[in-house]
Nanobody, 124 residues
Framework: QVQLVESGGGLVQAGGSLRLSCVVSGGTFRRYAMGWFRQASGKERELVAAISWSGGLTYYADSVKGRFTISRDNAKNTVYLQMNSLKPEDAAVYYC?????????????????WGQGTQVTVSS
């Protein structure tokens, strides 16, 4: 059973930074493409960033390019989302997701495994 546990959310002022972590257990982490999604109140869940199993390929939503960085440490079974220059519109519940992927590619849809989410609140 693959389990994903996010941490690192919290309250931050606009312009501040947070680093989210997601630890994956129950599977072979290095075989999973990973993604970070977010869902703000009353809005659809959206993909924020994604990374291939090697870490060599990444994807970012236009709204976070240049501010957020996704990375992974396959030795620690962990994927990270460094969020800088946070804006009030970044406030949401952030979820990490995993997809077993053969080729080394980013995944934008169709994730099989999800974490429970971590709340990010940005005050203006």
């Amino acid at each position: 059973q693959v389990q994903l546990v996010e941490s690192g959310g919290g309250l931050v002022q606009a312009g501040g930074s947070l680093r989210l972590s997601c630890v994956v257990s129950g599977g072979t982490f290095r075989r999973y493409a990973m993604g970070w999604f977010r869902q703000a109140s009353g809005k659809e869940r959206e993909l924020v960033a994604a990374i291939s199993w090697s870490g060599g390929l990444t994807y970012y939503a236009d709204s976070v390019k240049g501010r957020f960085t996704i990375s992974r440490d396959n030795a620690k079974n962990t994927v990270y989302l460094q969020m800088n220059s946070l804006k009030p519109e970044d406030a949401a519940v952030y979820y990490c997701a995993a997809e077993l992927k053969g080729p080394d590619k980013v995944v934008v849809v169709g994730y099989d495994y999800w974490g429970q989410g971590t709340q990010v609140t940005v005050s203006s």
